[in-house]
C-alpha cells in the first residue's frame, strides 16, 4: 500500500470514528462528502489546536522557568584544572569533572555525529522542528512505528538540562501525563529563550558541555578522556559516534556496562551519517567493523595520578587565597575551586615528581621493613613507658577508633534518639564520650565538675551544659545506653574481619583478616615521610612527597612542624662565621660546655649542660668541618658561648624565611629566646627549612618557595600571579664558607653534582632529617611516625643518616641518570670573586698558627679577628 492510500486509508478511518458516522451512510457523492467534512473539521481542528497551544505556552511562561540572566550564565559546574609546569595535567579539583570546550575548538566529528543524529534540520528552526515533529506524530499514529525516531531538536535537548524536571515517582496517571504535557511546553519556552540569547554554535558547544556521560564525565572533553584516556580533538570518527549515541541514554548506551547496545547504538549514528553524506560507503563499512575499544578507560579520581599531597594541600591554599578580596569575581562574590573552573598553573615538574615519589616508595619500604623487625615482639603503645605516658598514648588511639565508621554507627544506635531528645531540652550541645564520663564522675563524686572547673579542664560553658544535661530528661536515657555502647564498641573493635588494608611491600593494598583495632595499630605503625624539591634560585618547588600511601595516610608532612634536630646548627655555624669571623679550621675541644644559671645573656633559672647524641665527650681538638660531621653538640654550645645570644641566631632565621616573631599555639615563640634551639629543639616545618637551605645553595639570597606562577578564571583572565620574594640574609663570602662546610661534612661524594648537607636526629630518634643543597636543587626531608612513640629504639637506624638522607641520594641518583629530568649535572655553586676574608684551607690555617700568624678572618667591618678572641674560654 502506497503512503497516499494509507494516509486516505486513515483519514476514512478517523472521520468514521471521530467526526460524522452518516458521512459514509453510502449515499452518491460519498467520496466528495467525507471527505469535505475531514477538511472542515481538520480546520476547526488546526485553529483550536494553535489557539490552545498559545494559551498552555502563555500559562506555562508564568511557571517557574529559568530567566535570561539564568540562560545567560548557565550553571555549569566546571573543575578547575592543575596543571604542572610543562602544561600537562596534574589532576582537578570539581565536584561535577568538566572542562569546558569552546565551539572552535570542537572535534568536527562530534559536531557532524550530533547532527547526523539528533537534529538533522538544526540550522532550519528555531529551536521548536514543527516538521520533525509532524513527522513523529503521522509515522507514530499512521504508521505505527514503535521506532518514529524523536521530535525533541539539539536545543530542545539542552533546555532539559538547565532546569530541574518533576519526579513522577507516586503519581497516578493523570497527573503524569499532565506534568509530561506542562514540562513538555517548558522545555518549548525555554529552547525559544535559548535560541534568542545563543548562536547556533554555542548551543552545540554548551549541549556538548553539559551532558553527563555516567562515571563523572561531565561533558564531552571529560567523557573522551574517561572512556577513550585521550582529548576529544583527538576522537576518531567511530569514538565520536559512541559518545553521541550515548546522548539517547548514557546508562543504557554505556560501552562498560553493555558493551552491545552500545555498538549497536554507535553504528545507528555511523549509518545516519552516511545516510547524510558525513561519511563515504567504504569508511561507513570500516567503521561499523571496529569493535569498540575502552582499554584505556579511566574514571577521575582524587585518590589517582601523581601529587595526591600537593594537591590536597593546594586545595586548601586555593580556598584560603580566594577568600582575599583582591581575587574576587566580578560580582563581588568568591571563587570556589570546585565549580568554578579556574586554570591553577603550578611549578611541579612531573619528571621530578615522579622520580620522587618513586625514591619514597623504595625508600620507605626499607625503613619499614626495619621498622617491623625492631617492634616485631613490641607494643608501641606500652613499651618503655610510665603511666601518665601509656594513658595519652591510649587516648590517641581512642581517637583512632572514634574517627571510624564503625564507631560513628554505635554511636549513632546507641545515642541517636536520646540526643535528640536532649537538642529539644537543652537545645545544640556537644556530647561525646568524654562527656558521658564526665557526668558519671559527678554523679558518683559530687563537686567532681566544680573541681575540673577549677583546674580549668572545662570551661564556664561547659560546666553549665553538664549541669543542664545531668537535669534532662534525656539523661537517664544516655546513662542507660552507656555500659551497652561500650561493651558494643569492645566487642566490634576487637572481632576479627575480612579488611583491606595496606601494603608497604607494593605500596599498594592487600587482603587480610584482622580485627579493626588491630587495623587501626597496624596503619599507625607506619613511619611517614615529608620531603620537598625546589629550585633555590627561583623559589619554584619541583617535587612535594607529603606522605607513604595517600589513600591510607592523607596527613601531609611537608607543612606540619616537627623537631629539626641537628640540621639547624648550619644557623649556629653561619652565624658565628659572619659574626665572629670564625675560620672552619678553627679547632675547639670535645667537652661539657655550660651555660650558668642566671647569665644576663641567657636569663636560664639554672645551668645548661647539653650532652653529645651519645653523651659522651672525646676531649679531643676538632675543627668545625669534623664538628659538624660528627654532629657535635658540645662544639654548637660553644659557638652560642662565643656569640653571647641566640637573637644574632634568631635574626639569621628572620631573613631566611623563618619569621622569628610568630608564636606557638601556647603562647611561646616559634624560635624560643633559649639557647636550647641550637641543638633544634624548635618544631619547624618540612617547607621553611627547605626555604631557608635555599639561601645557601643561592649564594646568601633567601627566595620564598612557592608551588603556583598564576591562576586564571574559566575565560583565560588572570586572576593572580605570583610575585617573587627575595632578600640577602647572608654576605656571599661567608654563605660560601658555609657552603663548603656542608659539602665537606654531609656531602654525598657518589654523586656526580656538587652537592652537600645535613643530617638531623631528635631525641627518643623520634625524627629524622636530611637537609640536601645541589646549585640548582634544595631537597629537605623529614622521615618519622605520626606518633612519637613510633619510633627506632637506637641511633643504628634512628639517626638522619639512615632515616633520610638515603633518599636524597636515592632522588638525586634517579635524575642524574635519566636524561628526560632534564637534570643539570654539570653546574657549581657560586664562588664569590677574589678572597673570601675566610681561610678553608686547614693546612695553610694551621701553618699561619704555628708561624705565629692570628690565623685572621675579616668579619664586619674588616676587623681581623685574633686568635685569643676564637679561643676565649678555652
Known amino acids: ?472 530528661k534525656a539523661w537517664p536515657q544516655i546513662k542507660k545506653a552507656w555500659p551497652r555502647f561500650e561493651q558494643a564498641v569492645k566487642k566490634v573493635m576487637s572481632t576479627p574481619v575480612k579488611l583491606r588494608v595496606y601494603n608497604y611491600l607494593t605500596a599498594g593494598e592487600r587482603d587480610t583478616v584482622m580485627s579493626p583495632l588491630d587495623s587501626i595499630k597496624y596503619h599507625r605503625k607506619h613511619m611517614q615521610i615529608g620531603s620537598l624539591a625546589m629550585d633555590p634560585q627561583t623559589g619554584e618547588i619541583k617535587a612535594w612527597v607529603g606522605g607513604t600511601n595517600f589513600k591510607y595516610f592523607k596527613y601531609d608532612h611537608v607543612q606540619s612542624r616537627r623537631q629539626v634536630g641537628s640540621t639547624f646548627k648550619p644557623f649556629v655555624y653561619t652565624t658565628a662565621i659572619a659574626l665572629q669571623g670564625i675560620s672552619p679550621c678553627a679547632e675547639f675541644e670535645d667537652i661539657r660546655y655550660t651555660i650558668p644559671a642566671n647569665d644576663p645573656n641567657f636569663q636560664l633559672p639554672k ?14 681538638r676538632m675543627n668545625l668541618y669534623k664538628a659538624l660531621a660528627l654532629s657535635k653538640n658540645s662544639i654548637t654550645v660553644k659557638l652560642v658561648i662565643l656569640l653571647g645570644s641566640v637573637e644574632p641566631i634568631r635574626g639569621l632565621l628572620h631573613n631566611m624565611g623563618i619569621d622569628s616573631s610568630l608564636k606557638r599555639r601556647d603562647g611561646g615563640y616559634l624560635i624560643p629566646k633559649f639557647p636550647s634551639i641550637v641543638l633544634g629543639s624548635s618544631d619547624l616545618s618540612v617547607m621553611e627549612m627547605t626555604g631557608a637551605y635555599g639561601t645557601f645553595a643561592n649564594n646568601g639570597v633567601y627566595t620564598k618557595p612557592h608551588f603556583v606562577s598564576r591562576i586564571e578564571d574559566k575565560n583565560g583572565k588572570v586572576i593572580y600571579r605570583h610575585t617573587a620574594v627575595r632578600n640577602v640574609a647572608i654576605s656571599p663570602n661567608y654563605n660560601y664558607v658555609m657552603l663548603d662546610l656542608l659539602r665537606r661534612s654531609g656531602g654525598n661524594w657518589a654523586l656526580k653534582t656538587p652537592n652537600g648537607g645535613k643530617t638531623g636526629t631528635t631525641n627518643d630518634y623520634v625524627d629524622g632529617w636530611f637537609m640536601g643543597v645541589t646549585p640548582r636543587l634544595v631537597v629537605g626531608t623529614w622521615v618519622g611516625g605520626d606518633d612519637p612513640w613510633i619510633r627506632f629504639l637506637d641511633l643504628g637506624m634512628g639517626q638522619g643518616s639512615r632515616m633520610a638522607k638515603p633518599y636524597f641520594t636515592t632522588f638525586m641518583k634517579l635524575l642524574e641518570e635519566n636524561p628526560e629530568s632534564g637534570f643539570a649535572t654539570d653546574v657549581d655553586f657560586i664562588h664569590p670573586p677574589g678572597n673570601l676574608g675566610i681561610e678553608l684551607d686547614c693546612e695553610a690555617y694551621r701553618l699561619f698558627l704555628e708561624q705565629g700568624q692570628s690565623g685572621e678572618s675579616m668579619i664586619p667591618g674588616n676587623r681581623p679577628v685574633q686568635q685569643d678572641e676564637i679561643f676565649e674560654d678555652e
Open 1 to 472: 500500500m502506497s503512503y497516499k492510500e494509507r494516509l486516505t486509508a486513515f483519514l476514512r478511518q478517523f472521520c468514521r470514528e471521530f467526526v460524522f458516522t452518516d458521512a459514509l451512510s453510502g449515499k452518491s457523492g460519498e467520496d466528495k462528502a467525507w471527505f469535505s467534512v475531514c477538511v472542515l473539521f481538520f480546520w476547526k481542528l488546526f485553529f483550536g489546536g494553535l489557539v490552545a497551544f498559545y494559551a498552555i505556552m502563555l500559562l506555562v511562561s508564568f511557571d517557574n522557568l529559568p530567566s535570561f540572566e539564568d540562560l545567560e550564565n548557565p550553571n555549569y559546574h566546571q573543575a578547575t584544572i592543575i596543571y604542572a609546569n610543562d602544561k600537562s595535567i596534574l589532576g582537578k579539583l570539581f565536584t561535577e569533572n568538566r572542562e569546558f570546550t569552546p565551539y572552535d575548538s570542537l572535534n568536527p566529528q562530534l559536531v557532524r555525529s550530533l547532527l547526523a543524529t539528533e537534529d538533522s534540520r538544526f540550522y532550519q528552526h528555531s529551536g521548536i522542528d514543527f516538521f520533525a515533529l509532524m513527522r513523529v506524530a503521522v509515522r507514530t499514529l499512521l504508521l505505527r512505528q514503535e521506532e518514529s525516531g524523536g521530535g525533541s531538536t539539539v536545543t530542545q535537548q539542552l533546555a532539559k538540562l538547565l532546569f530541574e524536571r518533576p519526579s513522577l515517582e507516586d503519581k497516578g496517571a493523570l497527573a503524569r501525563k499532565v506534568l509530561l504535557v506542562r514540562t513538555k511546553f517548558k522545555e518549548w519556552l525555554v529552547a525559544l529563550k535559548l535560541e534568542r540569547r545563543y548562536t547556533k554554535e554555542e548551543i552545540i558547544s554548551m549541549y556538548l558541555n553539559k551532558f553527563d556521560f555516567l562515571y563523572g564525565a561531565n561533558g564531552v572533553q571529560t567523557a573522551a578522556q574517561t572512556y577513550f584516556g585521550k582529548d576529544q580533538t583527538d576522537l576518531l570518527a567511530d569514538e565520536a559516534a559512541m559518545l553521541i549515541g550515548m546522548l539517547k541514554n548514557p546508562a543504557r548506551y554505556n560501552p562498560k556496562r553493555s558493551p552491545k547496545s552500545a555498538e549497536g547504538r554507535r553504528n545507528t549514528v555511523l549509518t545516519l551519517m552516511y545516510r547524510d553524506g558525513q561519511l563515504t560507503k567504504t569508511e561507513w563499512k570500516d567503521l561499523m567493523e571496529k569493535p569498540i575499544d575502552v582499554t584505556q578507560f579511566k574514571r577521575d579520581s582524587h585518590l589517582e595520578g601523581m601529587a595526591l599531597y600537593f594537591r590536597a594541600e593546594l586545595a586548601e591554599w586555593l580556598k584560603d587565597l580566594l577568600e582575599d578580596e583582591k581575587y574576587r569575581k566580578p560580582d563581588g562574590s568568591r571563587y570556589n575551586p570546585y565549580l568554578d573552573g579556574l586554570k591553577v598553573y603550578t611549578t611541579i615538574q612531573p619528571e621530578y615528581q615522579a622520580f620522587a615519589e618513586q625514591a619514597a616508595r623504595d625508600h620507605m619500604r626499607n625503613i619499614q621493613k626495619s621498622y617491623f623487625n625492631v617492634w616485631n615482639k613490641r607494643d608501641p603503645w606500652t613499651f618503655g613507658g610510665e603511666k601518665e605516658q601509656i594513658a595519652i598514648r591510649n587516648e590517641a588511639l581512642n581517637q583512632s577508633i572514634r574517627e571510624t565508621e564503625r564507631y560513628q554507627q554505635l554511636w549513632n544506635s546507641h545515642f541517636g534518639n536520646a540526643l535528640n531528645l536532649l537538642e529539644n531540652e537543652v537545645g545544640n550541645v556537644d556530647v561525646n564520650d568524654h562527656t558521658i564520663q564526665r557526668l558519671l564522675r559527678e554523679e558518683n563524686r559530687k563537686g567532681s565538675l566544680k573541681q575540673e572547673l577549677q583546674k580549668k579542664q572545662i570551661n564556664e560553658k561547659q560546666f553549665e551544659y553538664s549541669q543542664r544535661i545531668l537535669r534532662s
Open 607 to 620: 645551668p645548661w649542660s647539653p650532652g653529645n647524641a651519645a653523651d659522651d665527650f672525646s676531649g679531643e
